[in-house]
Nanobody, 126 residues
Framework: QGQVVESGGGVVPPGGSLRLSCTAS????????IGWFRRAPGKGLEGISS????????RYSDSVKGRFTISRDIAKNTVYLQMHNLSPEDPGIYYC???????????????????WGQGTQVTVSS
């Protein structure tokens, strides 16, 4: 049974940076489109970035465009989300999801995807 595990969350000051990782086991991410999501306190799930396995295009929500970058390292079976210039609007639990058929990987419910993780917490605080 495959799974994905997010890591790399933590506490950073405003303006700081973090790199989140989404590591897969039991399957190769090479055949999957990927999405990064976040759930801020008291808010719903927000799709913030995605990578398409079909044409390798990347997408970003307006809230993170220009600050976040999605990338993948197939050799490490890992997808990353590099986050710069973090603001008080960015805290939350960050999740990744992987799917073979859904593209882009954007939805309001993670359970529709083939794989999703338990999330990693990001806190922005001075």
């Amino acid at each position: 049974q495959g799974q994905v595990v997010e890591s790399g969350g933590g506490v950073v000051p405003p303006g700081g940076s973090l790199r989140l990782s989404c590591t897969a086991s039991g399957f190769s991410l090479d055949g999957y489109s990927i999405g990064w999501f976040r759930r801020a306190p008291g808010k719903g799930l927000e799709g913030i970035s995605s990578f398409s396995k079909f044409d390798q295009t990347t997408r970003y929500s307006d809230s993170v465009k220009g600050r976040f970058t999605i990338s993948r390292d197939i050799a490490k079976n890992t997808v990353y989300l590099q986050m710069h210039n973090l603001s008080p609007e960015d805290p939350g639990i960050y999740y990744c999801a992987a799917d073979q058929g859904v593209d882009p990987v954007i939805a309001s419910d993670l359970s529709i995807f083939d794989y999703w993780g338990q999330g990693t917490q990001v806190t922005v605080s001075s």
